[in-house]
């Protein structure tokens, strides 16, 4: 029994070796961001909470490392990264004029207008919009042009406490169209008081700009730390084909 246990030590020691290599090499942690409801991208009801938090899992997962999330409002969870309570939040689409970093796309964004079938809204520029009163939500980026449009005046808009509100209103004619991601429409129709109206609304067939989503961190050493973490596991598979496989039962 012992020459059997001398003949195995080396194998174990070898077993042990390679292990304490790896751990050494890779140190699980767990990456704490902010999100919104904002489904089917995020949301605390949705299955893993959302498309977005599964991709950005997915991403982690080849490290090792895991994702936390705090949901709040968007205001206050954009503010969290900027006042340093937490490392990264997300989703947000990318703006070159901001200090903070931005992860490679967790997703994509078609933004278009939803509107009554009875009254399609007919436009080739952006200063077309400015004869339609646009449904947006406060605090939300919509496009350069349609934010400048807003914040001179020309444009004329009134502001909803979120896409289903906004939806309502449109359907009762408050309103003249909305600017909403195209995924977050379909998804909104599962919800009965939406379902009801659904039938009076439509897509404008003008996308108004495709995006893409991002996480949002820190300009710290931190921050980048995280933000390469996450861009080196987003390379290791098709975000895209990920996003749609997802959106496929939601649809």
Known sequence: MMDAL???TPTLCICFMLAMCLSAGVKADTLELSTIEWPPFT????????????????ALSYQGHTLAIGILPWNRASRTVKTGQV???????????SELLFSEPIGASPIVLIERKSNPIIWDKASD?????????KGYINTVEIDDMIANGSQKFETGIDEKQNILKLAAGRIDAIIMDVNVFEYLKSDPQV???????????????????????????????????????????????????LLKPVK
């Not at 919009?129 to 939500?137: A, I």
């Open 129 to 137: 919009l400015n004869h339609y009163e646009l449904g947006v939500l």
């Open 43 to 58: 949301g605390s009801a949705l299955p893993k909470h959302g498309i977005n938090s599964e991709i950005i899992t997915q």
């Open 195 to 245: 379902a009801k109206v659904a039938p009076l609304l439509q897509v404008n067939p003008k996308i108004v700009q495709d995006k893409t989503l991002h996480i949002t961190f820190n300009n710290t050493q931190e921050g980048k730390k995280w933000c390469d973490t996450v861009n080196q596991g987003l390379a290791q598979f098709d975000v895209q084909a990920m996003q749609d496989a």
């Open 87 to 97: 490392i990264g939040y997300y989703p947000t689409y990318y703006n070159p004029s």
């Open 6 to 8: 001398l003949k195995r």
